[in-house]
Structure formats: C-alpha cells, structure tokens
T-cell receptor, first 115, second 108 residues
C-alpha cells in the first residue's frame, strides 16, 4: 500500500529541546517537502529536496534542519532556535521536481506542541 | 452556495445543493493548479488539477474553472454531500503557493 507516513501523529516538546519529525514515502518519488500549517494561513514551505543528498531552504527555514540521505526519507528537526514551533507539520512528495506538472501527495501530518 | 475565499472563509450549504469555492492567486507565472480537500487533523487530499492551457476541467462531481485574465480559480461541487464537509484550498505547487482555504459545512 503506497503512500507517505509521518510519525508521530502528536508530539510534545519542552522549550529548549530539539525534536525530529519523521517522513517516509514508498512512492519512489524524487522530491520531498516540508510545510508548516498554522490556523488561518496557507501552507508555508520550510525545506524541500529534489534529489537525495540535496535540499533547499523554503520561506521559513530558520530554526529547522533537514537531511535527505535516502530517497524514501526526509526527516525534519525542529531546533530550539525556532521561536514559535507549535504548529501542524505536513510532509509531501512528488514524482518529479517542482516546476513540472507534478501533484504533491501529502502525509497525515504531525501536530507539535511546545509545553 | 458560494465563497469569496479570503473574505468569506466559511461556506454552509444544504445537502444536495451545489457549492462554489473561490480562490485568487497573484503570480501570473503560475501554470499549474490543484484543489485539495483537508479534513480536520488530517493531511490534504488531491481533488482535481488544471493546467494553465485549460479553462475548465471536470471530475466526478467536481469542476474546476480557471480564469487567467483575473487570476481566479473556482471549484464547483455538484450535489454536495455531508462527506464533503472539510476545508478546501487551492494551490499553485510550482510556485509553492497555497491558499488559506474555505471551510465547507454541509447541512443535512
């Protein structure tokens, strides 16, 4: 059953801690993305990766880091430098890079709450 | 029922009526658009897409209209059902643009 999985579904973090959100896809997609969703706002791009071992900053990359060591995996670390990390985080993938007519498939999301 | 996007982020319709959800975009370079449906606490689901060389595309119970002159998209849902209740937003993925969305509530 192909798709994108994100874990955990809910995550609680104390201030000052780093946390890593998992995103895995078995769709054999080249491109992967991380978005942040806040109430009343459209999705905002954090990072994206068009190919393994390469990634680009999005509009709101400050306080976040990513890696893309495997095609299937694109974990996001929310560092203590991110001042307002409480949000719903969505991972997506597409068969090819952005700039083509490629649908982005989304995972179920991780809700991060800072205590 | 019809929404005007940012100025009217909620839309309530009676079951069986048609729904129209609107979206404005600003980047004239946008050449590919997607409508997504997002239920509470879940990830967005693809509904329908359209390329800029088209002005209309139909799916099952859904139609997307594109007016490039005024940079406007609309999603029409025919015979709206309670299961259609969700937030709907447009996207221009090549520009990483995602609309804020319209919350559709279907009244049984």
């Amino acid at each position: 059953d192909g798709g994108i999985t994100q874990s955990p579904k809910y995550l609680f973090r104390k201030e000052g801690q780093n946390v890593t959100l998992s995103c895995e896809q078995n769709l054999n997609h080249d491109a992967m993305y991380w978005y942040r969703q806040d109430p009343g706002q459209g999705l905002r791009l954090i990072y994206y990766s068009q190919i393994v071992n390469d990634f680009q900053k999005g509009d709101i990359a400050e306080g976040y880091s990513v890696s893309r060591e495997k095609k299937e995996s694109f974990p996001l670390t929310v560092t203590s430098a991110q001042k307002n990390p409480t949000a719903f985080y969505l991972c997506a993938s597409s068969i090819g890079p952005s700039g083509w007519y490629n649908e982005q498939f989304f995972g179920p999301g991780t809700r991060l709450t800072v205590l | 029922g019809e929404s005007v996007g940012l100025h009217l982020p909620t839309l309530s319709v009676q079951e069986g009526d048609n729904s129209i959800i609107n979206c404005a975009y600003s980047n004239s370079a946008s050449d590919y658009f997607i409508w997504y449906k997002q239920e509470s606490g879940k990830g967005p689901q693809f509904i329908i897409d359209i390329r800029s060389n088209m002005d209309k595309r139909q799916g099952q119970r859904v139609t997307v209209l594109l007016n490039k002159t005024v940079k406007h998209l609309s999603l029409q849902i025919a015979a709206t059902q309670p299961g259609d209740s969700a937030v709907y937003f447009c996207a221009a993925p090549n520009q990483f643009y995602f609309g804020t969305g319209t919350s559709l509530t279907v009244i049984p």
